[in-house]
């Protein structure tokens, strides 16, 4: 990741957070501010770090320069949120058809079709939100594991002098500390 696809060398503007609401406020300026949300990324899970490195780490701080680490990308809150929702409505609608059809195929009545269809629903609808309920664990958990390492890992991706000067401003000014630029191949 860190090399673009020429090969050549990435500059990018280097923060650990110590709260999530310090990293998402840093974000949302970066993004209001001309940044792309390619050009973010953020450490990938703790297993993915473990099995990418043949180690465990004891502090973000080890990896902010490290080349090899294993990044994600960022994704908002609204784009999870959106997931979730995709996954329970999805759920629903499979689920009410499923049970709809053998009615309907059965030659049952309007009201036996519909009450198949309203099952279906609740009982979509119950599998959905337990699911989502799943994405939104799996994003926190990544987060506390980071958290326990000493904080929130952000990378940003700078092309220019004037954007890295940007982002070093934004990311010091949402309390990040060790902010700095990094150049690596």
């Known amino acids: 990741m860190p090399m673009d696809a020429s090969g050549a060398t990435v500059r990018e503007a280097v923060a650990v ?68 929702g995709a996954v329970i409505g999805g759920l629903m609608y499979v689920t009410a058809g499923i049970l709809m059809g053998p009615v309907a195929f059965a030659g049952g009545s309007l009201a036996a079709i519909a009450a198949a269809a309203a099952a279906g629903l609740g009982a979509g609808g119950l599998i959905g939100a337990s699911l989502a309920g799943l994405i939104g664990q799996q994003r926190a958990q990544q987060l506390d594991e980071q958290l326990r390492h000493g904080g929130l890992l952000l990378w940003v991706r700078v092309w220019d002098k004037e954007r890295e000067e940007r982002a070093v401003d934004i990311l010091s000014r949402h309390s990040a500390r060790d902010v700095h630029v990094h150049e690596i191949k």
């Open 17 to 84: 957070f110590d709260t999530a609401d310090q990293l998402q406020g840093a974000i949302d300026e970066i993004l209001s501010s001309g940044f792309d949300r390619a050009e973010l990324s953020l450490l990938a899970s703790e297993h993915a770090v473990t099995g990418k490195l043949g180690h465990i780490y004891r502090r973000v701080e080890d990896l902010e320069d490290d080349p090899a680490v294993p990044r994600r990308a960022y994704v908002s809150t609204e784009s999870v949120g959106d997931a979730e």
